[in-house]
Structures are given as C-alpha cells and as structure tokens.
C-alpha cells in the first residue's frame, strides 16, 4: 500500500473533527466547485473540516461537495479521491458525510479498483434504489478489468456499493478472492439472518448492496479443490453458507 493510501485509510480510521464553530460553517459556498481545479478552495474545506492538506503528490485530494435534503434531513457528502499513480497500483475513494451544522456523522474509505482511477464524480437521486446514488466513472489501465462506473447507495446515513458496470452497461462481478482487486464496501452482516434481513429489507439500497455482494467472485473452483495458492476470498465461508441456506430455503418452498 503507498504511503498516500496509507494516510487516506487513517484518515477515515482516526475520524475527523471539525476545526470551526459549527454557526461560522458554510460548506454551501463549496457546493458545484470542481475542487480538483480550486487549490485555494481546496485549502479553505480542508481547515473547515480539519483534514491536513496531502504532503505528497499521492495522496487523496478533495474533489467534490454535494448537498441533499431526503425525507427532510440537510446532508453534506464531501468526496476525496487518491488516483492510482503507480502501475500496476489502484485508487481510492473516501466518503464523508455531514449534518446540516457541518458535524460529522460519518466517514468511508474504500478501494475503487486495482488498474484504474476515478475520472468523474456526481450525486443523482434514483426512484428505483429508493436512495441518492453516489456515481463514479472510472478509466482503465493495461491489463484490467473491464470496469466503467460504480454506484454507491447512500440511505438513512448508510453508505453502500449497489452496482458495478462495464462500459456496455452490463453488471459486473465484484473481485473477492484477490484483495488488490475487490471494489467498494462489503455489507457488515455476519449471520445468515442478518443476511436474510438484508435481502428482505424494504430499503432497495440494502437489498441491491446483498445481491452486489452475493453476486461477486468467492471462490475461483466450486469443489473448493485448490492449488497452492489462494483461491478464495475471506468471504468464502459465509458466502458457502448463504448460498446453501438460499437454496434450501428455495427447495422447501417448491
């Protein structure tokens, strides 16, 4: 992991503080600002919120600041990027929300993909998730997969990946088996009935995060006869055990 990555991750580990009083914070003056382009407003959002300003070329930079009002609650979503610079490397994408007096609520990092970087970034509210849609386009290296956009859920202050997609628009499998390769957040359900929550969930973006999860890469041979090297993911076991809990519950109701 580069060290630029490194610092992104334990900026999420750490937690953020606000700097200012939350009265003198206006984060609206940031909102529609290609911040990529903006080193001055980028230096004035980073003491706002308190993170450091990167000390190298690697590491993340802020890049947009979006505003929702959902179900009559204000939300500031604050987006940072560490594009991959190093081949063969991956990029990163953090996620940080805040209330409508600037306080932190939350904070995500997470690997947006191994031979490839972020080139854009928008927020859309979807009728079909039931949720605001954190979009992010996506251009690829040599030697990679064929991975064109991401899609993250953000819902009742939750932030989920819900879809992949290749550049034809067709649903892509998330990579489990290989970390360097595995995309996004993972659901933090540990047992079956938590999973069988999720799926049943009335919450389109909880159900569409469990089928993105259900649906990737776990184990690269069914029968589990590997060769020497690693062949599965740190998911395989409960993956095995959803599946097979799936499918008797299937059998029992034929």
Not at 1 to 30: N, W
Not at 32 to 46: K, S, V
Not at 181 to 197: M, N
């Amino acid at each position: 992991m580069s060290l630029g990555r490194a610092k992104l991750f334990a900026l999420c580990a750490i937690g953020l503080t606000v700097a200012v009083d939350a009265q003198t914070i206006r984060l609206d003056r940031f909102i529609g600002i290609d911040l990529r382009n903006a080193p001055r407003e980028q230096r004035r959002l980073e003491n706002i919120i308190g993170i450091a300003p990167p000390t190298d070329i690697l590491g993340p930079r802020l890049w947009n600041v979006w505003k929702t009002n959902r179900d009559g609650r204000t939300r500031y979503i604050v987006v940072l990027v560490q594009p991959e610079m190093v081949i063969p490397g991956g990029s990163t994408a953090c996620v940080l929300l805040f209330g409508a007096s600037a306080k932190r609520i939350a904070s995500w990092c997470f690997p947006a993909g191994h031979r490839m970087t972020p080139t854009n970034a928008w927020i859309e509210s979807s009728k079909d998730a039931g949720s605001d849609l954190i979009v992010i386009d996506m251009d690829q290296f040599v030697n990679r997969r064929d991975v064109a956009r991401e899609y993250f859920g953000l819902s009742d202050d939750r932030l989920r990946l819900v879809r992949i997609e290749n550049q034809k628009g067709e649903a892509v499998q998330n990579e489990h088996v290989f970390p360097d390769s595995e995309i996004g957040l993972v659901p933090d359900a540990t047992t079956v009935e938590e999973w069988a929550g999720m799926l049943e969930s009335g919450d389109n973006a909880v159900v569409l995060s469990a089928l993105t999860f259900l649906g990737g890469r776990h184990l690269t041979e069914p029968s589990r006869q590997f060769a020497s090297e690693p062949q599965e993911s740190k998911y395989a076991d409960v993956f095995q055990k959803l599946t097979g809990n799936l499918e008797s519950a299937s059998s029992s109701r034929t």
